[in-house]
């Protein structure tokens, strides 16, 4: 079986990476892939006599761009019923490092890579399936958002990054199954892309296509900030398709429920802390209500002081201008040598009386300022009494994880006594096995010297026979 990538003649870490890893990947041009209930089955070509049943009539069965496309389709059944159905039995959100759905990318990429025609540039040859993925921003206009998120994104400088996160932002929007199926009914635009004879430009495009629509089924919440998209070795794992006699089904099921029992323990002590970090955030929010509550409450002592003070210099101010009226009446008796005076008198009612005004209408300011604090505290209070409330509420929460957590660590723990136990039955059997085995033999080995007895006897036997004769 021929190596995926060719060896340099002077290997480096890089080269011998990808190469390492291609050797352990099958190159589906020399096998045949098909699936056999929920497993996977590879013939190799030379030892099967191929027949045209998979393939239409009109396709030559030895065609190995044929034999790919099949394989492929094959490949894509697997791994979109396989991520199905894991992702149903795990029930939560699937993240980036959940190994079959690394595996759907690699695949679909794989898929879309086949046939790719080869674009010459001033930097070389370029291969990437991501011009065709841009057709769908021209097919479909609501695609032009996942497009413009990929073409934002820090760290994506190659193509073929850029099309792995394509396809990453189109499976958490759950619309990668109508994007392909706009981007196969168009194969007079895919044909600038791909050669005739490619998976894209043929039926089993479709199939995949149609496959698609049940991935809707799935939630997904994948971070691409931080993942090197560009340096990805795409290499399929086919150990995650073929039978392994080696377990039993009940030691897979046991492992099954610790896995589940342990990601519900690690949810659960994330939602703690998320919880916790949230009642912190509101008990700060309460203390700064708090402060600011205290420093209005002051700042109303100070107004109500204030509006005081200018009562009192109201009732002065009018005392002053009572006895002004009355010094006034007094003065018109006099005689006209007091004139100057009465004119001086005048003037200063007049200063007293603007006086007045200024301190009536500053007295109205403050009664309204007043009256806005007032309610500014009413709605205070009761903001602080709604955040008490939910403070109480998170609380209560809080407590009620707290017991979850605890008797999901008691289920733990149960679990693990079990495999122990389990362990120690193994252990014992083992050496069951051992000592039989040793009986066994020894029994074995009696037998042999009873059959050298027995000959020895019937040797004898034939001699007095012979003697008596």
């Not at 001086?344 to 109205?364: A, F, I, S, W, Y």
């Given at each position: 079986?021929?190596?995926?990538?060719p060896q340099s003649e002077t290997p480096t870490p890089t080269t011998d990476k990808i190469t390492q890893a291609a050797r352990e990947t099958i190159y589906l041009c020399n096998f045949r892939v098909s699936v056999d209930g929920e497993?996977?089955?590879?013939?190799?070509?030379?030892?099967?006599?191929?027949?045209?049943?998979?393939?239409?009539?009109?396709?030559?069965?030895?065609?190995?761009?044929?034999?790919?496309?099949?394989?492929?389709?094959?490949?894509?059944?697997?791994?979109?019923?396989?991520?199905?159905?894991?992702?149903?039995?795990?029930?939560?959100?699937?993240?980036?490092?959940?190994?079959?759905?690394?595996?759907?990318?690699?695949?679909?990429?794989?898929?879309?890579?086949?046939?790719?025609?080869?674009?010459?540039?001033?930097?070389?040859?370029?291969?990437?399936?991501?011009?065709?993925?841009?057709?769908?921003?021209?097919?479909?206009?609501?695609?032009?958002?996942?497009?413009?998120?990929?073409?934002?994104?820090?760290?994506?400088?190659?193509?073929?990054?850029?099309?792995?996160?394509?396809?990453?932002?189109?499976?958490?929007?759950?619309?990668?199954?109508?994007?392909?199926?706009?981007?196969?009914?168009?194969?007079?635009?895919?044909?600038?892309?791909?050669?005739?004879?490619?998976?894209?430009?043929?039926?089993?495009?479709?199939?995949?296509?149609?496959?698609?629509?049940?991935?809707?089924?799935?939630?997904?919440?994948?971070?691409?900030?931080?993942?090197?998209?560009?340096?990805?070795?795409?290499?399929?794992?086919?150990?995650?398709?073929?039978?392994?006699?080696?377990?039993?089904?009940?030691?897979?099921?046991?492992?099954?429920?610790?896995?589940?029992?342990?990601?519900?323990?690690?949810?659960?002590?994330?939602?703690?802390?998320?919880?916790?970090?949230?009642?912190?955030?509101?008990?700060?929010?309460?203390?700064?209500?708090?402060?600011?509550?205290?420093?209005?409450?002051?700042?109303?002592?100070?107004?109500?002081?204030?509006?005081?003070?200018?009562?009192?210099?109201?009732?002065?101010?009018?005392?002053?201008?009572?006895?002004?009226?009355?010094?006034?009446?007094?003065?018109?008796?006099?005689?006209?040598?007091?004139?100057?005076?009465?004119?001086?008198?005048?003037?200063?009612?007049?200063?007293?009386?603007?006086?007045?005004?200024?301190?009536?209408?500053?007295?109205?300011?403050?009664?309204?300022?007043?009256?806005?604090?007032?309610?500014?505290?009413?709605?205070?209070?009761?903001?602080?009494?709604?955040?008490?409330?939910?403070?109480?509420?998170?609380?209560?929460?809080?407590?009620?994880?707290?017991?979850?957590?605890?008797?999901?660590?008691?289920?733990?723990?149960?679990?693990?006594?079990?495999?122990?136990?389990?362990?120690?039955?193994?252990?014992?059997?083992?050496?069951?096995?051992?000592?039989?085995?040793?009986?066994?033999?020894?029994?074995?080995?009696?037998?042999?010297?009873?059959?050298?007895?027995?000959?020895?006897?019937?040797?004898?036997?034939?001699?007095?026979?012979?003697?008596?004769?």
């Amino acid at each position: 079986m021929s190596d995926l990538t060719p060896q340099s003649e002077t290997p480096t870490p890089t080269t011998d990476k990808i190469t390492q890893a291609a050797r352990e990947t099958i190159y589906l041009c020399n096998f045949r892939v098909s699936v056999d209930g929920e497993w996977l089955c590879l013939r190799e070509l030379n030892d099967i006599s191929l027949t045209p049943d998979p393939e239409p009539a009109h396709e030559d069965p030895k065609d190995p761009i044929a034999i790919e496309r099949l394989n492929l389709m094959n490949m894509a059944k697997l791994s979109i019923k396989g991520l199905i159905e894991s992702a149903l039995n795990l029930g939560r959100t699937l993240d980036s490092d959940y190994a079959p759905l690394q595996q759907f990318f690699v695949v679909m990429e794989h898929c879309l890579k086949h046939g790719l025609k080869t674009k010459k540039t001033f930097l070389g040859q370029n291969k990437s399936f991501w011009g065709a993925l841009e057709l769908v921003e021209k097919l479909t206009p609501e695609a032009g958002e996942i497009t413009a998120s990929v073409k934002d994104l820090p760290g994506l400088k190659t193509p073929l990054g850029r099309g792995r996160a394509w396809l990453r932002l189109a499976l958490m929007q759950k619309k990668l199954s109508d994007y392909m199926k706009t981007i196969i009914n168009r194969k007079d635009l895919l044909s600038e892309f791909y050669e005739p004879n490619a998976l894209m430009m043929e039926e089993e495009g479709a199939v995949i296509a149609g496959l698609l629509v049940g991935l809707n089924v799935i939630d997904a919440n994948l971070c691409m900030k931080g993942e090197d998209l560009d340096s990805q070795v795409g290499v399929i794992d086919f150990s995650m398709y073929l039978k392994d006699g080696g377990h039993s089904s009940k030691s897979a099921e046991g492992d099954g429920q610790i896995t589940a029992i342990l990601d519900q323990k690690n949810y659960v002590e994330e939602l703690n802390r998320h919880l916790s970090a949230s009642v912190n955030n509101l008990q700060a929010k309460v203390d700064a209500l708090e402060k600011s509550n205290t420093k209005l409450t002051e700042e109303l002592a100070v107004a109500n002081n204030r509006i005081i003070t200018l009562q009192e210099d109201v009732e002065r101010v009018k005392e002053e201008s009572s006895y002004q009226l009355e010094s006034r009446k007094a003065l018109r008796s006099d005689s006209a040598a007091d004139g100057q005076a009465l004119g001086e008198t005048r003037k200063q009612l007049k200063e007293e009386t603007l006086l007045r005004l200024d301190v009536e209408k500053e007295l109205e300011v403050q009664i309204g300022m007043k009256q806005e604090m007032e309610l500014s505290m009413k709605m205070l209070e009761k903001d602080i009494c709604e955040k008490q409330d939910a403070l109480v509420e998170l609380r209560q929460q809080l407590e009620d994880l707290r017991t979850i957590n605890q008797q999901l660590s008691h289920k733990s723990q149960s679990a693990d006594a079990s495999s122990k136990q389990k362990s120690d039955v193994i252990a014992r059997l083992e050496e069951k096995i051992n000592q039989m085995s040793g009986t066994v033999k020894q029994l074995e080995t009696s037998e042999k010297h009873l059959v050298k007895q027995a000959r020895n006897l019937n040797s004898a036997a034939g001699k007095l026979l012979h003697l008596q004769q």
